[in-house]
């Protein structure tokens, strides 16, 4: 009797594929397929995960870092590397680290002035910025470190600077001629330079004279700037102006006699 009540039971009961499946037979249908669970598991873990923007990834995360490190250390080193721009002679501190005369020689070394010039160009050198402010503040110091070289880099140049930044001398302003004349024995030399070029411009000699005019010209312009640099180291100031006149004129001269063609009876001169 029981038994026949239990047969009734289990014939009443649906079928077993109608039952849902226990949690082992839904492991067991997990591991079915030939792709691993962590491969199965892994679509709905990303899912999960909130989204992330652009570029910042792990990756690229540590790059951004990276990058601006550089740029810092760039931009702290070039900025160390830049120039004090108080003067001239504070521009280039590596070659005239005791600033101008007297404290140190009128002369100068070229070729260590030339080496420190090319080494700030290129560290500021206007093509390293992008367009912009950067670029501008560039292009502008280029250009004072490019006119602070050229005049130190000439004899006559740098004593007009000095006697005009330093000592507040302008031997070439516009009534320089009348307040900074040219001393009566000089002018004497100036004039016979003259006159020899007159009398031998048009003739058949005229080439080798002017040949010998130049070198007693450029002898000039050596003793002139040697007087000159005397004159600046001993810190009298109104020699190194008579001298500095004196250099302008003999420039003025050689200026002259390079140009001269023959034919020529006269020289132009500038002063």
Avoid at 44 to 52: D, G
Avoid at 67 to 82: F, H, I, K, W
Avoid at 137 to 154: C, G, K, P, V, W
Avoid at 185 to 201: D, N, P, S, Y
């Amino acid at each position: 009797m029981a038994a026949s009540f239990r047969m009734q039971r289990l014939a009443q009961r649906p079928l077993l594929s109608a039952v849902p499946p226990s949690r082992t037979e839904a492991r067991r249908s997990l591991f079915s397929t030939d792709a691993c669970i962590f491969c199965q598991l892994r679509p709905r873990v990303w899912a999960a995960r909130p989204a992330r923007g652009p570029g910042l990834t792990l990756q690229t995360r540590r790059l951004a870092a990276t990058s601006s490190t550089t740029t810092a250390t760039e931009t702290s080193n070039r900025d160390s590397n830049l120039p004090d721009l108080t003067n001239h002679y504070t521009i280039f501190r590596e070659t005239l680290p005791a600033g101008p005369p007297p404290a140190s020689s009128f002369d100068i070394p070229l070729s260590a002035l030339k080496r420190e010039f090319l080494r700030l160009q290129n560290v500021i050198h206007p093509d390293k910025f992008p367009p912009g402010p950067a670029k501008q503040r560039a292009e502008a110091l280029s250009a004072r470190i490019n006119e602070a070289y050229r005049t130190l880099a000439d004899p006559l140049q740098r004593a007009q600077y000095l006697l005009r930044e330093m000592h507040g001398i302008d031997v070439t302003a516009e009534d320089g001629a009348t307040k900074h004349a040219l001393d009566p024995e000089t002018l004497m030399e100036v004039m016979e330079v003259q006159e020899t070029i007159e009398e031998v411009g048009a003739g058949p000699e005229a080439e080798g004279t002017i040949a010998a005019l130049k070198k007693e010209n450029d002898a000039r312009v050596a003793g002139c700037v040697k007087s000159l640099a005397q004159a600046f180291e001993r810190g009298d100031i109104e020699a190194a102006r008579q001298e500095c006149v004196r250099l302008r004129f003999w420039y003025s001269v050689g200026e002259g006699l390079r140009e001269w063609e023959p034919g020529r009876t006269e020289i132009r001169l500038i002063h």
